[in-house]
C-alpha cells in the first residue's frame, strides 16, 4: 500500500470518529504449561490481554502480567464501599460479602472461574476469600442496549450495543488512581471451549458483556424486582459461561436461562450468524424469552396506575432497566418515568433515535446513536440526570469488529459528563484479528 493510501485510509477513519489501532507495543509474556499469556499497549495507550491455557492458568497469568494493577482495582473498589459505607471497616465488609453472598452463590459458579480466581490469588498473593467477596458485588445501574439485524440494519447483518452505567468513583485513595484509567480488554482463548473477549479491569474475572469467535454478543442491564435471590449463578458468570461455551444462539439462550435464578436482569443475545438477537427478562422466579415480533415488543400494561404503551419495529430490539413483558413488570420495583434519567424516558429516547435511521443502521451508527442519546440527557448549563458511564461498545458478531470507549479521569476532580465514556474517543478492533496476534 502507498504512503498516499495510508495516509488517505488514516484520515478517513479519523474523521469518522475512531481508530483501528495498528502499533503495540509488547509489554510482558508470561508461559505456563498449557499456554503462555501476554499483555499489550496499543498506540493509543489501550491495554490489551491475550490468555491461554485452562482457566487457573489464566487467572495465574493475569495476575503475574498485571500484578499491580490488579491490585489497584481491589483498593478502588474498597474506596467505593468507604464512600458508601464510611462507618464500616473493609474487614467487616468482606466477611459479610463472603459470608452472605458468596457462600450462597458458590455452589453455582462454574469450577472453571472459582480455579481462575484462585490463579489469580496465588499470582498476585491476594487473599482468596478477598477475591471471592470482591466478585459477588452487583451493582444496580441504569445500562442501556439495542440491537439492530435484517430490515432495520443497513446490510441485514447484526449490531449490538452495550452502555454499562457503573460509578465512576472506584477510586484506590492512596494513589487517587479511578478504575475507569485501568480499563482492560481481555481476549480469552480457553484450554477448553471458545474463544472470546471481554471488556474489563484488571483482576475482574466476571463478565458485563462480550462477543465470542461463535459470533455471540451478550448486553446486560440490570433491572430491579421484588424476586432476588443470592443462591444463583450471578449475572457475571452467567454472561461469562455464556461467551466461552455457547457456538449458536440456542446454546446462548439455553446457557443464559440456566438456574438458578438470582435477580432482575434484562439481556440482548445475539448471533451474527443467522443474525438474529433475542431479548431476556429475567428475575428469580420468570424468565420472559422473544425477539423483535414477540408479545412483549408491543405489549401494554399498567404500572403505578399510568397505562404503558410498546410498539415494535421489524429487527429492532432495545431496552434500559424496566422489563416490558406483563409477568416481569408485576415483579418490577423501580421507577419508570420520573427524571429525564429514568428507565422509560432513557428507553423512549434510544428507540426513536434508532428508528429515525431505521434501515440504514451499522456498527458507527449504533454507536453514535447511544453516544449521542447519553450526551442529549446531560446537556449544559445545569449537567444534571448525567448518567456515570464506564465504558460504551458496539458490536459486530457477525464479523467480529467493535467498537470500544472507556471513561477516563476522576469524577472528583472533574464532571461525571466530562469522564463519562460517551465523552471519551473510541477506537475500533477486531476479534479475530486479535486472536491472530503474537507478541
Not at 471458545?194 to 458483556?209: A, R
Not at 457475571?236 to 440456542?250: G, H, M, N, P, V
Request: aromatic share 12%; with cysteine.
Amino acid at each position: 500500500m502507498s504512503l498516499k493510501k495510508i495516509v488517505n485510509w488514516a484520515v478517513a477513519f479519523a474523521i469518522l470518529g475512531f481508530s483501528f489501532c495498528l502499533n503495540a507495543e509488547t509489554l510482558g509474556v508470561y508461559k505456563t504449561e498449557s499456554g503462555a499469556g501476554w499483555l499489550e499497549k496499543t498506540g493509543n495507550g489501550q491495554l490489551i490481554l491475550h490468555l491461554k491455557g485452562t482457566y487457573y492458568e489464566m487467572g495465574y497469568q493475569q495476575g503475574k502480567l498485571l500484578k499491580n494493577e490488579c491490585l489497584l482495582t481491589m483498593n478502588s473498589v474498597k474506596g467505593l464501599l468507604r464512600d458508601y459505607l464510611p462507618i464500616a471497616p473493609f474487614g467487616l465488609t468482606r466477611k459479610l460479602l463472603y459470608r452472605y453472598i458468596y457462600q450462597k452463590e458458590a455452589p453455582y459458579i462454574p469450577p472453571e472461574f472459582q480455579e481462575e480466581m484462585k490463579g489469580l490469588a496465588d499470582a498476585t498473593g491476594a487473599k482468596l476469600k478477598d477475591i471471592q467477596a470482591l466478585h459477588s458485588m452487583i451493582f444496580l445501574a441504569s445500562c442501556s442496549a439495542s440491537a439492530a439485524y435484517g430490515k432495520a440494519s443497513k446490510d441485514g447483518s447484526l449490531y449490538q450495543t452495550r452502555s454499562l452505567d457503573y460509578p465512576l468513583n472506584f477510586i484506590d485513595r492512596k494513589t487517587g488512581t479511578p478504575l475507569q484509567n485501568q480499563n482492560l480488554i481481555v481476549v480469552y482463548q480457553p484450554q477448553s471451549g471458545v474463544p472470546y473477549i471481554n471488556l474489563t479491569w484488571p483482576g475482574f474475572l466476571g463478565s458485563v458483556g462480550g462477543m465470542n469467535a461463535r459470533k455471540i454478543s451478550v448486553s446486560e442491564m440490570t433491572d430491579d424486582s421484588r424476586y432476588e435471590s443470592r443462591a444463583g449463578l450471578p449475572m457475571i458468570f452467567r454472561i461469562k459461561q455464556t461467551l466461552s461455551r455457547a457456538e449458536s444462539l440456542d446454546q446462548a439462550v439455553a446457557l443464559m436461562t440456566q438456574g438458578a435464578l438470582e435477580g432482575g436482569y434484562n439481556f440482548i443475545v445475539g448471533d451474527g450468524k443467522i443474525p438474529k438477537a433475542m431479548v431476556l427478562e429475567m428475575d428469580a422466579k420468570s424468565v420472559y424469552l422473544g425477539s423483535w415480533d414477540g408479545p412483549a415488543e408491543s405489549n401494554s400494561y399498567y404500572y403505578g396506575r399510568k397505562k404503558y404503551q410498546y410498539h415494535s419495529a421489524e429487527g429492532l430490539l432495545v431496552r434500559t432497566n424496566h422489563p416490558l413483558s406483563k409477568d416481569l413488570i408485576s415483579n418490577h420495583t423501580g421507577p419508570i418515568e420520573g427524571a429525564k434519567g429514568e428507565s422509560g424516558n432513557r428507553f423512549w429516547d434510544l428507540q426513536a433515535r434508532l428508528e429515525k435511521e431505521y434501515g440504514s443502521l451499522d456498527l458507527i451508527r449504533m454507536m453514535e446513536i447511544m453516544r449521542e442519546h447519553y450526551q442529549a440527557m446531560c446537556g449544559a448549563p445545569d449537567f444534571e440526570d448525567c448518567s456515570s458511564t464506564i465504558y460504551q461498545a458496539a458490536f459486530a458478531p457477525g464479523t467480529g469488529d467493535f467498537l470500544y470507549a472507556s471513561a477516563y479521569g476522576n469524577p472528583k476532580k472533574e464532571s461525571e459528563f466530562k469522564v463519562s465514556a460517551y465523552n471519551q474517543p473510541y477506537q475500533k478492533y477486531n476479534l479475530y484479528e486479535l486472536l491472530q496476534r503474537k507478541p
